[in-house]
């Protein structure tokens, strides 16, 4: 990971925040396998860690965070560790659902969570109901979600709005794709970090992060601790973003 100046860290109250930070949380499995135990007791760490960094986000006044937590690839792992995993959901949505309650956080999803069992889908209308009363930090769970089916659904209700009559074709800009997109009505993210090593994007936030700052850190999700998100907000208030213009001098 790039270094950041020392002096920097004193003073984080008066760097540039975010407003969207997305997260890759990736490593689980190697984080298990590391210490000879099964993938689904690194996802289990994983799991605990999610809850630890979105309560951090929420107090440091970032105000999106989006988390990936199962893409549309993730089916092609094998049956016991998709079942771990969906159990592992299970339970920390009920968690979650009574401390981001206490915290203020809003919990939306991102995906198409209509595949998942009655149960898991009923906590997910649960949780989602408690979040309208909610104020706090937007947290986005990216479940079954996948940059690609994201922007082919959205291709289909465009298509379907020109088809009634509703939408004339020539009208559709960046800005009716946005809209039609999971994450419709909110910013960007501005900066995404993708722990464990890996230098890739995964089929997250496709559309929306083609102006994100990316931040690849050398080390597996469970381990990955405030201080680490906080050298990553250090390391995000050093980039220069021109959006394609030049820097003002
Ligand atoms: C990320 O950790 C969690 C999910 C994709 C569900 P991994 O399970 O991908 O962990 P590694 O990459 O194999 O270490
Ligand atoms: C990306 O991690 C998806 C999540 C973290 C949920 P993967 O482990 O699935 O990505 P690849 O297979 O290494 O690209
Ligand atoms: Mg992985």
Not at 128 to 147: D, F, S
């Amino acid at each position: 990971m790039e270094q950041v100046p020392n002096q920097n860290r004193a003073d984080r109250s008066q760097r540039p925040l975010p407003r969207h930070v997305g997260i890759i949380m990736d490593g689980n499995g190697r984080w298990a396998q590391r210490r000879g135990l099964p993938r689904s007791a690194g996802h289990k760490e994983g799991a605990k860690n999610f809850k630890r960094i979105a309560k951090y986000c929420n107090r440091i006044g970032i105000q999106y965070l989006t988390v990936y937590a199962f893409s549309t690839e993730n089916w092609k792992r094998p049956a016991l560790e998709i079942k771990a995993l969906m159990l592992l959901f299970k339970q920390y949505l009920k968690e979650a659902l009574d401390e981001f309650e206490e915290e203020n956080i809003q919990i939306r999803f991102l995906g198409d969570t209509s595949v998942f069992s009655s149960d898991l889908q009923e906590l997910i209308r649960q949780t989602q109901e408690a979040a309208k009363k909610q104020t706090g930090m937007v947290l986005n769970i990216a479940m079954n979600y996948g940059g690609r089916a994201e922007l082919v659904s959205a291709v289909k209700a465009i298509c379907a709005k020109v088809t009634s009559g509703e939408l004339e074709q020539n009208e559709i800009d960046e800005a009716t794709i946005s809209q039609y997109l999971d994450t419709a009505g909110q910013p960007d993210p501005d900066l995404i970090i993708r722990p464990s090593g890996e230098y890739r994007t995964s089929n997250f936030l496709l559309w929306q992060s083609a102006y994100a700052e990316y931040l690849f850190m050398d080390i597996l999700w469970p381990d990955f601790t405030p201080e680490n998100l906080e050298e990553a907000l250090d390391a995000y208030a050093h980039r220069n973003r021109r959006f394609g213009g030049v820097t003002p001098v």
